[in-house]
């Protein structure tokens, strides 16, 4: 496919890119195959043989557990017999004659057929039970095999599975739109000195995943991040009060009324809250001084009626708006699409020509068939600009994780692995082509190609701060939480200093502990009387606890990563990376550090990957 421009965004989607990511992530797939000498026949009939032999231990496992109903259904029926039994002849002491003798000769039939009952179970239904397991056994065990025959056919598949996957499925599709395999410190610091974006700052919020990418060089970022925030808790409490009243009835006879009320209190407190948040933050030097707004409408599950309807009481609206700045001087005009300007009610912009230099005419058709088209999302996203920087927040994205893990791909049916792999990044495309589709829809933001920046200032760091805290975010919460943590753990990092290619950072993990309360609360009760109601409410006190991390690229593919050595030690290290506190991922390594910036396990690992690197 050839480097063009989208001009269409929404109708490009349905008309090629739709199917296209679908057919060059199987292909992709298929190649895969190919390159890892694949026996996809072998494979076929080994997960035939394992579905069979599965299915034949599920049916002998129904009959075995139909022959257990049945002999607890017999062990019941015995128990009431032999209940029955000794009921009836406690009875047959208070009868006389006839049934006197039937009361004993029954319990006596009971107890006969219970026996009878009991030898039924044990030489029969336990030995049909015993059978029907061994058969269920053997068939899963043999299906068992056929899994791990499929397992090793595709050995070498699952292997290959690498986080680079994606950036080169993505560029396949459409090469407008790179994903880059780890966020770079010079796409940063370009982000940082020419637009002015800069580190996660926020003490509340940390960075769970990043990915950057752009569209014909300009630079984006998508962020997830975990944030917590405080807000007010309301802490209920309650008592119930008793109270008598007395009256007299029309006979003047005294009564005495018996009164329960059950009195409630409530406090509001502050208490943390813990939120995750996806945001695509995106740069362009075009319109570079225009900031505005766009808020979801709802529009997309409107009908034809309600839009227009819409769009005639919003134009109402934007006329008194224009007629309010021709008095007191603001700079506000209304485009000549109302349909547009309502739907997408970007008013709050502060630049009319630059504005109007951004939306075009086919900006604004394009806009406006996203906002109202049903599938996939619709007008689900919230759009930002501030000057340079664009930032797109989307329902849709908060569901969707865009840090691909390869390992989500590994099974052992190659059939159903590659339904899942064309299926994931059928909904990793969308997902983040409808994330980019309100900056594609503006052909300003694709014809304004940004220029080669070169920032001659040594780096501050070897990795970025946002790849630093979402590696700090890969480790076990437990480890790095202060020991008396009762809430989720936010985790910050700061770089301490760059050694060579290594980067030793600071990880601070913010949480608290509480400490309980009981405020009384005066309550006026049915009897007349105030009552003092307790609540009892939690105060969070903030805690905080420091490790350090090491973290470096090491350039390595996950395959030369695990498996491209046979040194013991290399592999024993590696194969237990989460006992000794590291973590791969895309070439980047991370370990926590014990005892100040010293760690023996570490350092053999690190010397080791030295050499089998060179």
Request: proline letters at 3%; charged letters at 25%; a neutral charge.
């Amino acid at each position: 496919m050839e480097n063009k421009e989208i001009l269409e965004p929404l109708k490009e989607y349905n008309n090629l890119f739709k199917n296209l990511i679908r057919d060059n992530a199987s292909n992709y797939f298929d190649e895969l195959v190919k390159n890892n000498e694949i026996n996809v026949e072998a494979n076929r009939d080994e997960v035939k043989q394992f579905n069979e032999n599965t299915k034949n231990a599920l049916a002998w496992e129904k009959k075995e557990n139909k022959s257990k109903n049945i002999k607890g259904l017999l062990i019941t029926l015995v128990v009431i017999m032999f209940v029955a039994s000794g009921i009836l002849f406690y009875l047959s002491q208070e009868q006389t004659n006839f049934l006197k003798v039937l009361f004993i000769v029954l319990p006596i039939v009971l107890i006969i057929c219970g026996i009878f009952v009991i030898i039924q179970i044990k030489n029969k239904i336990n030995k049909q039970i015993e059978a029907r397991r061994k058969k269920k056994e053997e068939y899963f065990s043999l299906a068992k095999e056929h899994q791990d025959n499929a397992f090793r056919i595709v050995n070498r598949l699952n292997e290959a599975f690498d986080w680079n996957m994606t950036s080169r499925i993505i560029e396949k599709t459409t090469p407008i739109i790179r994903i880059d395999d780890v966020f770079q410190t010079d796409k940063f610091e370009y982000l940082c000195e020419k637009y002015g974006f800069s580190d996660n700052l926020d003490p509340n919020s940390s960075t769970q995943y990043v990915r950057s990418g752009d569209i014909e060089g300009n630079p984006f970022v998508i962020v997830n991040t975990y944030n917590q925030e405080m807000r007010d808790k309301v802490y209920q409490g309650s008592i119930t009060i008793h109270w008598t009243t007395t009256y007299r009835d029309s006979q003047g006879h005294s009564h005495t009324q018996y009164h329960t009320q059950v009195l409630t209190a409530q406090v509001v407190k502050p208490a943390p809250f813990y939120y995750y948040n996806t945001k695509l933050v995106y740069g362009c030097d075009a319109a570079p001084n225009l900031s505005f707004g766009h808020e979801p409408t709802n529009v997309n599950n409107m009908s034809e009626k309600q839009i227009k309807s819409m769009v005639k009481k919003g134009d109402k609206q934007l006329n008194k708006k224009v007629a309010k700045s021709l008095k007191t001087g603001e700079n506000f005009t209304k485009m000549a699409n109302s349909e547009f300007e309502v739907l997408f009610n970007g008013d709050d912009r502060d630049n009319e020509v630059e504005f109007r230099l951004l939306f075009t005419p086919l900006a604004q058709k394009n806009i406006v068939d996203l906002l109202k088209t049903k599938e996939p999302f619709g007008d689900d996203f919230y759009f930002q600009k501030r000057k340079c920087l664009n930032y797109i927040t989307s329902d849709h994205s908060q569901g969707f994780n865009y840090a691909t893990n390869p390992n989500e791909f590994i099974g052992f049916d190659l059939e159903n692995m590659k339904e899942r792999f064309i299926d994931y990044y059928d909904l990793y495309f969308k997902n983040l082509y409808f994330d980019l589709a309100p900056l594609l829809s503006i052909p300003a933001y694709q014809q304004t190609k940004t220029h080669e920046y070169i920032y001659n200032i040594p780096y501050k760091a070897n990795i970025t701060g946002y790849e630093q805290e979402s590696f700090a975010n890969k480790f076990d919460k437990d480890i790095l939480k202060h020991k008396d943590t009762v809430t989720p753990v936010i985790l910050k990092t700061n770089l301490e200093r760059k050694n060579n290619k290594e980067d030793i950072v600071k990880i601070t993990a913010h949480s608290f502990k509480t400490i309980s309360h009981t405020e009384y609360i005066s309550k006026l009760g049915g009897d007349g009387r105030f009552h003092n109601v307790p609540v009892v409410w939690y105060e969070y006190i903030p805690l905080e606890q420091e490790s350090f991390m090491g973290i470096e690229d090491t350039k390595l593919s996950k395959h030369e990563f695990y498996n491209n050595s046979s040194d013991e030690n290399y592999q024993n290290i590696v194969h237990n990376t989460r006992k000794n506190g590291i973590i791969y991922e895309r070439g980047l390594m991370s370990y926590l550090l014990n005892n100040g910036f010293n760690n023996e396990a570490v350092d053999k690992f690190k010397s080791l990957l030295q050499r089998k690197g060179e």
